[in-house]
T-cell receptor, first 116, second 114 residues
Framework: AQKVTQAQTEISVVEKEDVTLDCVYETRDTTYYLFWYKQPPSGELVFLIR??????QNEISGRYSWNFQKSTSSFNFTITASQVVDSAVYFCALSEGTSGTYKYIFGTGTRLKVLA | ETGVTQTPRHLVMGMTNKKSLKCEQH?????MYWYKQSAKKPLELMFVYNFKEQTENNSVPSRFSPECPNSSHLFLHLHTLQPEDSALYLCASSQDRELTDTQYFGPGTRLTVL
């Protein structure tokens, strides 16, 4: 079973629409970290956010917001008023483990296409 | 230069060639990573170095040979590759190899093996 599931393979929206990218994770650890990255066509994975397992406060950064819910093991990412420049592949990742056995696990990514 | 840089950005090589990928990080980090990203497959962690020592090798074929001469530089030496090795190779670094550490990525080298 995948430890980080991004069930949406590809999403297309029209510019200015809001879009939510889903991420569901699985871990037995009580302390862990969750991340989102953006990979534009240029290839580089750009770090967007890190959230620890004890902080369930939602976070907003400009048009980006993140909703972390431990009860459903989800860490969803919403882009408000999407723009063409938001077109990219977005990856969710989980950092878990104990000293010497840390794992940084990526989901398979969601390709977002924002159409003008 | 800032962040993580990788050279070359694109590489085409024959199966009998020997080439090397280079990664340099300017973040003062102690851990460095090589990942392989193939089309429609998850990111695959290949190697991890922490303080110049290799700490993880995820069953990578011996035709890929990493080298980490210092904490800022990481190489991936390639020889006798197969066409299925064509992929985007990403380098990353983090402060240490700890639970809390964020990995920062370079732009990748897009490798094509003919």
């Amino acid at each position: 079973a995948q430890k980080v599931t991004q069930a949406q393979t590809e999403i297309s929206v029209v510019e200015k629409e809001d879009v939510t990218l889903d991420c569901v994770y699985e871990t037995r650890d009580t302390t862990y970290y969750l991340f989102w990255y953006k990979q534009p066509p240029s290839g580089e994975l750009v770090f967007l956010i890190r959230r620890n397992s004890f902080d369930e406060q939602n976070e907003i950064s400009g048009r980006y917001s993140w909703n972390f819910q431990k009860s459903t093991s989800s860490f969803n990412f919403t882009i408000t008023a999407s723009q063409v420049v938001d077109s990219a592949v977005y990856f969710c990742a989980l950092s878990e483990g104990t000293s010497g056995t840390y794992k940084y696990i990526f989901g398979t990514g969601t390709r977002l296409k924002v159409l003008a | 230069e800032t962040g993580v840089t990788q050279t070359p950005r694109h590489l085409v090589m024959g199966m009998t060639n020997k080439k090397s990928l280079k990664c340099e990080q300017h973040l003062g980090h102690n851990a460095m990573y090589w990942y392989k990203q193939s089309a429609k497959k998850p990111l695959e962690l290949m190697f991890v170095y922490n303080f110049k020592e290799q700490t993880e090798n995820n069953s990578v074929p011996s035709r890929f040979s990493p080298e980490c001469p210092n904490s800022s530089h990481l190489f991936l030496h390639l020889h006798t590759l197969q066409p299925e090795d064509s992929a985007l190779y990403l380098c990353a670094s983090s402060q240490d190899r700890e639970l809390t550490d964020t990995q920062y990525f370079g732009p990748g080298t897009r490798l094509t093996v003919l």
